[in-house]
């Protein structure tokens, strides 16, 4: 049983008043009259019934009091739980995609305008016309499921919050039917949105209402911002900057570059109406080991949308590569190591080396020495073998060979050209036969391998091998060198796998384990929109705000930049003009249609039964 | 256009003699003259003090024919029917009647109902209506040479005014009807009219004004007057509020004798039983009059007066 108008047990303050009222003396009219002694004469006999006058007066009160009770009970509306299932059933579809922050020409921004509108169709929720919430931006969230709560409905909705990300409502539009479909009753979906699909979900047999509220508005958006490293050098960065005209008038503007906050660069831009502007800044250098490369790029104009006139980049940190180098003696390799600021190397003989020091490197590099007992099965750490390998074979050393086959896809040869290099000799290698790895040759002397490079199948480990002394050659005074032994290093060393820097408001990115994502984005200009303690993502990171994001894993952390480049959120010519919007219709609510009269009909039927009789045998006489 | 005000040979001042802001007492000089031709009726003969108009059972020297008596000794020989002599040869002496006055007495119910009017009303009470009927009776009784008398009473019969005699006392009777006190206390005609008929000597006629509402009832005073030889005439006076209230809801009645309050919820139904206790009572108080040989008439405050007293009281054969 439930009592759909709670409120109506306030009236029960009421039923004091009519014992008061009772009990209070009727205040009659005084009137002279010449004399009593027809009245008197009419009342001789009703005198003697008083008794039974005061008892009638008390059951006329008693009467009173129970038509009291019914018609109370009539008002809060008690009805059975299984009749209100068969109430309406409404899903309140909000639209909290980026280009729900548009400023409307009031001031109001489009998302506040469909909390307003939203608000006042929770108001109306009754336990027969229940509700729930959802919202859709790059995917529907269910906010709050079918409830008749109205407080907590709007408590919900207070706590719902506009995003940055992108996205279609049909999939919210698809949630809300599914919902729905276990429903029974009427049922409805109303959409608070600046801009309707232009088809609905097919085999959705569901009404739906659109709840405009946008007019269309011109916007300037930053629509790509991204970096790459130079591969020519390793120090600089390129970044890609794309500002897009979504308006009807030609728009000029500044774009400020800044770096970890300071500004880098500012360039002007005249777009065209529908047109886009393209720039690159070349040569950024690259930021030290201590610094964030947070790059983020600005328009200098105010218009409708200003979240998408902001954009954020990462610029690639590269921490140096711990490189430990067992020689007895090379000088150019040594040299070579001490120039590369990409990684960071040990010296160390032969005759020091442990196998346990190598899991402490990227890689080891091992020049003309294999360490005695080497098992490349039980063996940790990357190794580099130079001249000596442990898949020399026996055979005789190979005089003057040829490199006459380059896989230049292979990621230890990026840019390394070996043509005409002279190579006294080499050592005869074999390719191991252990199914556990993926052996590759990228350096070829006709039938023999100059260059063995293997990986462990499911990752961890790697090893090369290259067959040449490299003081038989004229390889050291070539460029090609130091970019294959720094190539080949960087491989060992997993260089590879570069950190995700960028993504998209709304693209759920799948966290490696032991890595962690604090939710709340930051900026240079706010630097943690979180109160509390920081929320934690550990499986999935689904970031809705654009700005940066540190992802900690258990070696360190590296930054990654999130924006919504997107033009259908950024386009806001296409939404529905609205000047005024009136509240949908809410679906009727049918009880008598499924299970006949509602209890409160039965009480207010009973309670006018009562009143007749209390007509009947306090009144009926004097009225006839 | 009306005269409103008399002129002679009645006095102005009687006039305005009852004249109050409740009740105007004007008789108008056509009314007067209407009232001078009018009688004062007795079905019985009384014993008169002085010679006057009225018939009597006395034998005196009125044209009035009575009877014959044998001549004797000593008569008056202008007496003697001389054509009875030449016929029978006998002599014989006309007898007439001796025209005498007539007591009246005006028995005027002062009490707090008799002044009661209902509110909002603008008409005149009972008591003032009484008091315009008396005066007009005895106007009559005094212009045909009655002697007149008014008494006031409520719960005991008060001191009288004195026998009045020609219109010159009229001026008198209408000052003491202006003068009436405002008695208290309910009515009791019984016991006053007990004191009357110990009170008054001589026999003679009654008119009785009064709304009867004797909590003791009625009549075994009137029935005593009957009984002491009086002719009495009970003139009934009422206000047609009273007989048919209309007032409903909640009432709080407040008697205006003994102030004593009754709180009604007043609705049709029981207007409707009021009404036929009131009908019950004035058939009740008709019928007893009509069987103890009394004269009765309603007067209400309603009718005009002047149609009060030369239809009404005319039908009721108390004026002729």
Redesign the interface.
Known sequence: MTFLNAWAVGFAGIAPVIILLYLLK??????????????????QESRRRAFFQKLRQLFSLLLHLLIFALILGALAHPTFDRQILEGASTVLILDTRARMQAVEAGGQTRFARAKAEMANVVHEATPMRQMALITADATARVVSPFTDDEKGLREALAKTAVTDAGGELDGAIKLAGELLRSRRGERKIIVYTDHPPATQPAGLNVPIDFVPVGTPRDNLAITRFATRAVLNSPQTSEILLEVANFGHETAKTNVELSYDGRLLDVKPLTIEPGGRAMQIFPTVPRPGNTARGWLTARLDTTDALASDNVAYAVLPVDPPKRILLVTKGNWFLEKLLGADQSVAFELLTPDAFNAALASKFDAVLLDNFVPNGFDLGTATGNYFFIKQTPFNTSGPAIDQPLITDLDNRDPVLRTVNLQNITLLHAAPLAVPKDGDWKWQTPIRSFEHPLMITGERHGGGRRVAALALDIGDSDLPLRVAFPLLISNTLHWLAGDEAAPILSRRAGEALALAPGETVRIDAQTPWKKSTATGPPAIAHDIFEPLTNGFYEIQAGDGSHWMAVNTFNDAESDLRAATATPETSSPALPAISLARVTGWPLWQYLAAAALLLFALEWWLFHR???? | MAITIAVAPFPAQFSRALETAAAPLLFDSDFLAKLEQLYLLSKKLFRGAHRAERRSRQIGSSLEFADYRNYTLGDDLRSIDWNIYGRLDRLFVKLFEQEQDLDISFLLDASA??R?SP?GGNRIS?FDQARRIAASLAYIGLANLDRVNVHFFASRLEEDLGLCRGKSQFHKVLEYLRQAPGLEGATHLSASLRTFSQRMKRRGLVFVLS?L?D?LGFEEGLALLRHQQFEVHVIHVL?PL?MR?E?T?????????TG??????A????LR??HA??DA?LQKAAAFCTEHGIGYAQATTAVPFEDLVLRVLRDGRMIQ
Do not use: H, N
């Not at chain 1, 009137?31 to 009419?42: A, H, K, N």
């Not at chain 1, 006489?621 to 006839?624: A, N, V």
């Not at chain 2, 609705?267 to 029981?270: A, F, Q, Y």
């Open positions: 009727l205040k009659r009219r005084p009137m002279p009259v010449s004399t009593l002694l027809f009245w008197q004469r009419i009342f006489r004097q009225t006839e | 109902s008799m009661w509110e009972k709304d509402f909590p206000d009273e209230p007032a809801g909640d009432l709080r009645l407040i008697e205006s004798e004593e309050a009754y709180e009604v919820t609705s049709e139904s029981l039983r009021y206790e009131v009572f």
